[in-house]
């Protein structure tokens, strides 16, 4: 009896570690039935193709490619495949100035200014105060300000940065939450001050070369070289897969100019899932793993919802967005840029990283894909993502489309014309954005920025409804962007032109119609060159860019552009001029200060 016991003991025994041994071996299993999963949902969202890399620990346990990065030629996606990962570039941006804390050459908590003594911000106060913990964290208090850097690119960090001076705060600094690429755009420029090298090049030097990311670039040029780089799409109509120009970032490139591959990219996770290490070697340091990864500002309360009982609180820390996922701490980012959408995330507490990079403009694929991965190795209860996130995007465009429509039943008014369209072409300025060219074309009104045209319809008055216009198509009908209102003066003359920029702002960005510029010469320029009193000392200087400009303390630096006879316009507002008064020996000698309130007179100063 015992000898029969033991047998069968020994028997279960045996069948048991058999049954571990061939459970420990196929950790393939838990990604059993994917292909069929991912092919739903290449096929629901009408995607091009997608590379996903997942890690575990120090580990690469599943990576592999979907789809197309040329649909025309079908060239299959490979885990090699090269994409924009865009704003998921700001991790690396954040980690450049963890590198250089742990060097003691920045304090976290110190104000900007110590480190970019030219940098201003719209009022003293934040000038003062901002702090480099406050642009990692998005806390300034300033909007986003998006259309600024996307409509009028520039590869100048300094012309950008002059910027910022004119965006407004909608909120006290520290108090909300708002995300904002410029803060990026300014973390870049101090690891350039405080290493004497370029973003690019300490991203290279920190990061790139010591992980071997060897797939890894940040211009536009690169990624266009690179012998395994995905075409950027866009869906049109629900319907149509079209491709899309690669946008250039240019100077904002701190913010989300990174190329790279689900490869590469784990590389990038396993260190922020082994304290800052990548084989071995000291990448971050642990201490500002720490830091970034945690709550460092309350993005939003984020209750749960119904339908989503276990998925509470968003916070920020630094370029990470941390949450809880169905009760497992995450730290997530996204990346949207022209043709590619994408996601970065890590679980610390499960040692667990996804990377999903999609090819498909504005993508929910990356939510999709990343939540049905990190349930399977989470072991989590089923939950079909793919249907919920589809159904909540078709209601969310469904909504849109009844908004659209409903507008325009409700636009039942008496239409009148403001002016003859004769009386609105010419350049409109916003130092805070840049220069809008309007136009007419036949019986049409037309506006372009460097990176935009738009088509104005009349809607009543002087407002205009304002449609863009794709180089493909034409006159994008189906979705109007904001409206443009222009503007008069007491005359009756149009003078500039509103429309709202940044929906966060409660008043529309205006521009200023620049009359045409008289171009003069450095020595004709200087000749105003001096300071005039006018209760308070005014500086009136050339700079090397061969423009004239004036200072007023307490005010920002203003440009001057030559009307002829002496008179200038200030090119940043409208109805002010200075009316330059000479000597009968030809000498300048006074300055009229010509505003709406009247006109001042200011006496040059001798030297």
Known sequence: MKSTIFTVFFLLCCINLVAQKGKSTKPADRFAGLDTAFSRVLKEWKAPGFAVAVVEKDKVIYAKGFGYKDVENKLPVTVNTQFAIGSCTKAFTAGILGVLKQKGKIDFDKPVHNYLPELKFFNEDLTLHVTTKDLMTHRTGIPRYDFSWYLWPSHNEDSLIKR????????????????????????????EKLTGESWHKNLQEMFLTPLGMAHTN??????????????GYQVVNDSLIEPMDFYDIAGMAPAGSINSTVMDMSKWVSVWLNSGKFEGKEILPASYINEAKSSQMVMGGALPQKESPDIYFSDYGYGWMVSSYRGHYRAEHGGNIDGFSASVSFFPTDSIGIVVLVNQNGSSVPSVVRNIISDRLLKLPYKDWQTTLRSAYEKTIKAQKEAQNKSVKDSSMEIRQGHPLKDYPGDYYNPGFGKIQIAVKGDSLFGTTPMLKFYLKHYNYDIFDLFFVD????????????KVQFYMNEKGDIEGLETRLETTKETPSR???????????LDSLNQYAGTYNLGVDIRIY??????????????????????????????????????????????????????????????????
């Open 164 to 191: 910022i001076q004119y965006m407004e705060p909608t909120y006290p600094l520290r108090i909300q939450w708002q995300y904002n690429n410029w803060m990026y755009l300014l973390q870049g420029v101090i690891g």
């Open 218 to 231: 940040s211009t536009k040029k690169e990624h266009e070289a690179f012998n395994d780089n995905a075409i």
């Open 471 to 482: 180089k493909k198509r034409g006159i994008d009908s189906s979705s109007p962007g904001p």
């Open 511 to 521: 521009f200023v119609r620049v009359p045409a510029a008289v171009e003069m010469s």
């Open 542 to 607: 050339t700079k090397p860019d061969g423009k004239l400009y004036m200072f007023v303390p307490g005010q920002p630096e203003y440009e001057l552009q030559y009307e002829g006879n002496d008179r200038f316009g200030l090119k940043a507002l409208s109805g002010y001029h200075i009316q330059f008064v000479r000597d009968d020996k030809h000498n300048v000698i006074e300055a009229i200060a010509q505003q709406p309130n009247g006109n001042f007179k200011a006496k040059k100063k001798q030297p």
